[in-house]
């Protein structure tokens, strides 16, 4: 048998696409969901509302706490881990034993299932036995409630986020470091630059690809969390670590009210690839003016 | 009888026609060198003949056959890379058998044929090294013997010696041909270096600019080039080239150029006018004795290049020659005294001053 | 005196970091072969006999205590569950992806890049977005609680990552080495499995491997299109720990059990994890 030379990529291509195509079909269907008055426990009422799903998610109370916590969740864990991650990196750049070693250690908490690392963590903070409530009491903290409270839910969930993501930045960061130029190092020490400029003026400005690409992609991700906060909150206590995939969630398998939870879902989509675009956007203009500045 | 015909292949890529019409008979068992310089689209149309590439239009054929669309395992054509191409995860050994693997030959006879090549070839201690443990000679010749072992009817060889040092290629450049003609097939090489095409080539092939200027017997394309660029492709130092204008009487030829009146020693039919004469620089008598025909020059600077020495020197009218000549004539020119050149009889070659084509 | 407040405050940071991040997976590991009474001791008990009772317990699916009725733990089928969805998604993954990568690297082709891109851009798309409506579908044509659905839907994480770790190693093949390998006589298919392969193969390898441990530390797919029947470990160990009653040292082992084959498997492709982790965007 032959194959025409211009269709065989596509051949080779095909069996991929095929099988995620055969999910894109559920996006569309969600889209479709979420424009219609969808309620498995009332199947009778299914029918055709248009926009109503999203009156009534943008009318309730409810659904902008869930947007002011998936923000608060996202903007911390990001600006967190990325200052952590930059300051790791920064720390182990330079290669010795030690550094190699935990270079390689701290990649661990990344490689555990997010869900696995929250209940790594409860065991951690377990009222009754937790090393990190035993240790806390020598500051006067032993009464800390985490997961319990809605005052400290969230920083717990953060800090879960912290822990397991935190070596994602530092990884990238670390390779963007260790793969810079050398020579406006040395040609800044032979000017006798501070340490303080030759960072602000040459070692971020350097490595801000690695940071943007490492931001982007925890802030798709961050945006989305589902796993550590089901596993270590579910959104509670009330609603105070409500966030947009683990409301969906609950309002599909509790309230199965499938036509709203397919609006939030379209939300949280499209609030996605608006990010995705404008970071993608601002990766070329950088890509320009560091090709630009290569060739002056 | 033509073996492989090309007839008016094409190829581009986006908006650059790379290969421009090409057509050409190669006969069966000729050692046909496509000779170019670089970006003048040798490789491609190597890979054309392959079957790596497909033309855009016109039609390759084999044996009357059009092969056009067969891919290049479907053709029974072999091919030495300019980068060697060898598999990095088999030795030598498996490298050279593996076109007798494609084709189920027995074991015994796949580890004789390899044997016997790789004998030809000296590099019988090195079949059981992985490529990178191999100098770049060896790497070369392990190529080479791959492309042979099979004996395909054609051979295409892209500039295989390009990247290996002088000494081997030198080695390389008196052993080829031997061991081609054993084998008897068609070998369609591909080289940069006209010296190399004159020393191998049956016929050469010259390709600029994706279109065959000439396609003749080396002495031919060398003393008679169709054109000033195939005349100034051969020849190192370039051929001396200047505009002139022509008038003849009987035997002579006189090129007046910049006021200064050159006697040519040649019977020619083309027309008076305007033209490039162009004259190679061995083809330049330079001695302290004037003649009838010579003409003072004055001394500018010598170099030497591969074993002869060449002179710049320079007309009174401002016109710059180089001539070149064997290291014992050198030793007999007196660079403080005045100079003379002279063009040898029969020697130099008329251009059209527009299209740059031999006028005769 | 100002180099001294640096090296202090240095050393002060290496002990943070490894309290931080490393501590807690020693200290899991440590309660993993604890009993239920150490554990809950009010003042940590940092000297003890190490019992493997946790151990045997999970693997037994058996487990009495003092007092109690003796119960019975089902987190092995969970393990094998997990080891069945990422192994089998990891060779689909390959059948898939390989193919396709190769092509993406090779050639270049009319909506080529496009092509790649939505299969990148799966990644990214929130995931109940896609699986209530797939969860609705799989029951209505009987997929719903099966291996096949889960490896299917497991793809969606898999294929975009090992699809630009692969395409990359194809492109550094020079592709002279394949056309070789075919004017010699062999077609297309077997130059593809007896050069691009195996000069592909370390970056085959730490895909899969990468794709592996992506595919053990999924949660929300099993979570949403399984019943515990082929819920893997991550969902298996939640309902393990919301369950009352289960010994804390048990919790620790299974836990425990479920991270170590992606720990280990992620020290053998460290090398690799930059590129995999960036989806190709940045090269370590």
């Known amino acids: 048998m032959k194959i025409n030379r211009k269709l065989f990529p596509y051949v080779l291509t095909l069996p991929a696409l095929l099988v995620c195509v055969g999910i894109l079909i559920p996006f569309f269907t969600a889209v479709y969901y979420s424009l219609q008055r969808y309620n498995l426990k009332m199947p009778h009422m299914k029918g055709f509302i248009w926009f109503d799903n999203y009156i009534n998610i943008f009318t309730d109370a409810s659904f902008w706490n869930t947007i002011k916590v998936s923000l608060t969740y996202t903007f911390f864990t990001i600006i967190v881990e990325l200052l952590l991650g930059l300051g790791i990196a920064l720390l182990l750049a330079k290669r010795n034993w030690l550094n190699n070693i935990l270079g390689v250690l701290l990649i661990l908490p990344l490689m555990i299932a997010p869900a696995l690392a929250s209940l790594i963590w409860k065991l951690m903070i377990n009222p009754n036995f937790g090393i990190v409530n035993y240790i806390l009491s020598f500051v006067g903290l032993s009464e800390f409630t985490w997961a319990s409270h809605p005052d400290t839910v969230l920083f717990t969930l953060i800090m879960v986020d912290v822990w397991v993501f935190t070596p994602f930045i530092m990884v990238l960061l670390l390779a963007g470091l260790r793969s810079l130029p050398r020579q406006p190092f040395e040609a800044a020490e032979l000017d006798g630059v501070p340490e303080y400029y030759k960072f602000f003026r040459i070692t971020l400005p350097m490595l801000f690809p690695f940071i943007l690409t490492a931001s982007l992609f925890r802030l798709l991700e961050s945006i989305q969390q589902f796993d550590i906060i089901y596993a270590l909150s579910q959104g509670g206590p009330g609603e105070s670590s409500m966030v947009f995939q683990v409301s969906a969630y609950l309002h599909t398998f509790q309230y199965t009210n499938i036509g709203k939870s397919a609006a939030m879902m379209v939300v949280l989509w499209a609030i996605c690839y608006f990010l995705c675009h404008v970071f993608v956007q601002q990766w070329q203009k950088l890509k320009i003016k560091t090709k630009g500045e290569l060739l002056q | ?360 | 005196m100002k180099f001294n407040i640096w090296s202090i405050l240095k050393i002060f940071a290496y002990a943070a970091i490894i309290l931080f991040f490393l501590f807690p997976i020693a200290w899991i590991l440590n309660m993993s072969f604890m009993t239920n009474d150490e554990i809950l001791r009010k003042v940590p008990v940092l000297f003890y006999e190490p019992t493997l009772k946790n151990y045997i317990g999970i693997w037994e699916g058996e487990i009495s205590i003092p007092g109690f009725a003796t119960m019975y733990i089902y987190f092995k089928q969970n393990l094998i569950n997990s080891a069945i969805l990422s192994s089998f998604s990891v060779a689909l993954t390959l059948v898939l992806g390989v193919p396709a990568a190769y092509a993406f690297a090779r050639y270049k082709f009319k909506g080529g890049e496009d092509i790649a891109f939505t299969l990148l851009s799966f990644r990214f798309a929130p995931a109940l977005l896609i699986i209530i409506p797939l969860n609705l579908y799989f029951t209505q044509i009987g997929l719903y609680d099966s291996y096949i659905a889960l490896i299917w839907v497991y793809q969606l994480i898999t294929l975009p990552l090992l699809l630009w770790i692969v395409r990359g190693y194809f492109e550094d093949i020079s592709p002279d080495i394949e056309y070789a390998y075919r004017l010699d006589g062999h077609s297309w298919f077997q130059s593809f499995w007896k050069i691009s392969i195996p000069l592909a193969k370390p970056g085959i390898a730490a895909a899969s491997l990468l794709c592996f441990i992506y595919a053990w530390n999924n949660f929300v797919f099993a979570l949403i299109l399984g019943s515990s029947a082929i819920q893997p470990v991550t969902v298996g160990a939640l309902a393990f720990i919301t369950a009352s009653a289960i010994p804390y040292g048990l919790i620790a082992c299974g836990i425990v059990v479920s991270v170590l084959p992606t720990l280990i498997l992620a020290l053998f492709i460290q090398k690799y994890l930059v590129q995999g982790l960036s989806l190709g965007a940045i090269k370590g």
């Open chain 2, 1 to 360: 009888m033509s073996y492989i015909k090309l007839e008016s292949i094409s190829k581009s890529f986006k908006d650059d026609k790379v290969i421009q019409g090409l057509n050409a008979e190669i006969n069966k068992g000729e050692f046909f060198v496509i000779f170019g310089p670089s970006g003048s689209g040798k490789t491609v149309l190597l890979r054309l003949l392959s079957g790596i590439l497909l033309p855009d239009s016109g039609e390759i054929k084999m044996e009357n056959a059009v092969i056009n669309d067969l891919h290049p395992e479907e053709r029974d054509v072999s091919m030495a890379f300019q980068n060697f191409a060898l598999y990095p995860h088999m030795k030598a050994y498996e490298n050279i058998a593996s076109p007798l693997k494609a084709n189920n030959i027995s074991q015994d006879e796949i580890d004789s044929k390899v044997k016997e090549i790789a004998n030809l070839l000296k590099i019988d201690h090195v079949l059981n090294q992985y490529p990178k443990e191999l100098s770049n000679g060896q790497k070369q010749r392990t190529s080479l013997a791959r492309s042979l072992v099979n004996r395909p009817s054609v051979v295409l060889l892209d500039d295989p010696l390009r990247n290996v040092d002088a000494k081997i290629r030198f080695e390389m450049r008196l052993e080829l041909p031997k061991v081609l003609k054993e084998f008897n097939t068609t070998v369609i090489y591909i080289s940069q270096d006209y010296r190399e095409a004159m020393a191998l080539a049956d016929r050469i092939a010259v390709l600029y600019d994706g279109k065959f200027n000439d396609i003749d017997l080396p002495k031919n394309i060398y003393e008679k080039p169709s054109s000033l660029t195939t005349a100034k492709l051969f020849g190192d130092p370039t051929i001396n080239n200047f505009n002139a204008v022509i008038s003849k009487n009987e035997n002579r030829v006189i090129a007046e150029c910049n006021g200064e009146k050159i006697i040519l020693q040649r019977k020619t039919s083309i027309e008076n006018g305007e033209c490039i004469v162009g004259i190679r620089p061995e083809d330049i008598n330079l001695s302290n004795q004037q003649t009838e025909e010579s003409l003072k020059v004055e001394f500018r600077t010598k170099t030497p290049l591969n074993l002869r020495i060449v002179f710049l020197v320079k007309l009174s009218n401002g016109l710059e020659l180089l001539c070149s000549m064997s290291e014992e004539e050198a030793k007999n020119i007196k660079e403080k005294e005045q100079l003379y050149v002279s063009f040898k009889e029969d020697k130099c070659l008329f251009f059209d001053a527009i299209t740059k084509r031999n006028l005769e």
